[in-house]
């Protein structure tokens, strides 16, 4: 299990993209680094079983139109990598 935020510093990431099975992150972390260099994560796209998004209930109003647009971008790369993992939301 591995953080991957804004405070993770740079010369680790490359280290965790290969070594690391449960990523920790933030949908800042999502639009900003993954989805926008998402070739460099297909390895980890192809195989991913469980994306799990916490404090579900606070996703509303102009924060929630943002992560349905980030959830749905990020479903469209999954697609291109035949990946399907079951999204899970907790509150």
């Known amino acids: 299990?591995?953080?991957?935020?804004?405070?993770?510093?740079?010369?680790?990431?490359?280290?965790?993209?290969k070594s690391c099975h449960v990523f920790l992150t933030n949908p800042d972390m999502l639009h900003f680094t993954i989805l926008a260099s998402h070739a460099r994560w297909r390895h980890v796209?192809?195989?991913?079983?469980?994306?799990?998004?916490?404090?579900?209930?606070?996703?509303?109003g102009s924060?929630?139109?943002?992560?349905?647009?980030?959830?749905?971008r990020f479903r469209r790369v999954l697609k291109h990598y035949n990946s399907s993992p079951l999204f899970i939301t907790c509150s």
């Open 63 to 72: 924060f929630g139109a943002h992560m349905a647009l980030l959830l749905r």
């Open 1 to 17: 299990v591995c953080t991957f935020d804004g405070d993770t510093p740079k010369d680790d990431r490359a280290r965790l993209l």
């Open 45 to 60: 796209l192809e195989h991913l079983r469980y994306m799990v998004l916490d404090e579900a209930h606070v996703y509303r």
